[in-house]
């Protein structure tokens, strides 16, 4: 039966992968080749975090005035290394785009204040919460990272799919038609021009899909697929899979940025009606992750609403905040799962 089961993963993820892996790798080596400091390319995750890599920019709305990105030895976002050995814990593998891979510093993310609260509420048991989020990653990423990691037996396996602009990356790795809209791109590079963060973290997506609507329903095909993948493999490996849906400044803050951004509505020719079109995507993904019985949770209801920004003006990121906010979520609503592992492996020591 396990061997069944290895054959059809393995189909599955050949019927998916095959036609695309040359756009898949063509991706990836782009973006190693434009930012050699900070990405190395990989055969399975397409391309990962170097070890040990390090960035430091100046981040006025920071209340230091800086950020530092920092990789360990094994290049997940951490200022400690990673054992390969799980000495015991309870081991959490979160991934996500650059959003997770975090402008914040490391003490910051949510993977790091996730670890400290399961930790401190935990009752002898340990945890450990590894950032593997990484920039440009979308499904078809998260499907070769478990692959990849899989020799670091994670107990949980967190995705966490940004909706602002990941389907527009399926749309680059499944070749999806371009806009035949004459000024399609004039209007995005003067938009970019004064809102470059607001373009790429979710007009950019918005403007397509309202002018190429067709790509809407293939692209959200086929992160499914992917994420139905993750699942076969997690289920093979006792892995409890959790899928995050994050929203984007866009619906989250747009009053935090509003003057930017009403004039990229305006020169984009947008509608009330088309800036909905990411959360649009989300529900679309949230019903057929039900549907297969996948656990998920949109984070729109827990984002929307707060007294603090969270997401940076300068490129639309989350901020130190907006990780807060993911972590105390992720808690509130997934720590009873997450302990259960726990409980788990001091049943099955006490039974050995």
Not at 37 to 51: E, N, Q, T, V, W
């Amino acid at each position: 039966m396990i061997k069944m089961k290895k054959f059809i993963i393995i189909l599955i993820i050949l019927c998916n992968c095959c036609g695309e892996d040359n756009r898949f790798y063509a991706i990836s080596k782009d973006i190693v080749n434009s930012e050699r400091d900070y990405y190395i390319f990989d055969p399975l995750a397409g391309h990962i975090h170097k070890s040990n890599a390090w960035r430091e920019y100046a981040w006025p709305e920071h209340k230091d005035g800086k950020i530092i990105l920092k990789t360990n030895n094994l290049g997940f976002r951490s200022d400690v290394d990673t054992n390969i050995d799980k000495q015991g814990r309870i081991r959490i593998l979160v991934t996500g785009d650059s959003h997770i891979d975090g402008v914040i510093n490391n003490s910051e993310s949510c993977c790091t204040i996730l670890q400290n609260m399961l930790n401190q509420a935990a009752d002898g048991q340990l945890y450990e919460v590894i950032n593997s989020g990484t920039g440009y990653y979308f499904s078809r990423n998260y499907l070769g990272l478990i692959q990849k990691y899989l020799y670091l037996a994670p107990d949980v396996y967190i995705v966490i799919l940004y909706g602002g602009n990941e389907f527009l990356k399926t749309c680059s790795l499944i070749g999806c038609r371009k806009s035949d809209n004459p000024g399609y791109y004039a209007k995005l590079r003067e938009v970019r021009s004064f809102n470059p963060g607001g373009v790429a973290q979710g007009l950019n997506q918005i403007y397509y899909f309202k002018n190429v609507p067709e790509s809407m329903e293939i692209c959200v095909k086929s992160a499914t697929d992917d994420i139905y993948a993750i699942k076969q493999i997690c289920e093979l490996h006792n892995i409890t899979l959790i899928v995050l849906l994050l929203p984007s400044k866009i619906e989250i803050e747009w009053l935090t940025d509003e003057l930017r951004l009403n004039k990229s509505k305006e020169l984009l020719e947008l509608t009330d009606a088309d800036l909905q079109k990411n959360l649009k995507i989300l529900d679309k993904i949230a019903s057929l992750l039900n549907n297969q019985q996948i656990s998920y949770l949109n984070l729109f209801d827990y984002m929307k609403g707060k007294d603090h920004k969270l997401f940076w003006n300068k490129d639309y990121h989350l901020n130190d905040y907006g990780h807060k906010v993911i972590a105390e979520t992720l808690f509130a609503t997934y720590k009873d799962k997450i302990f259960q592992r726990g409980e788990a492996r001091v049943a099955k020591g006490n039974n050995e």
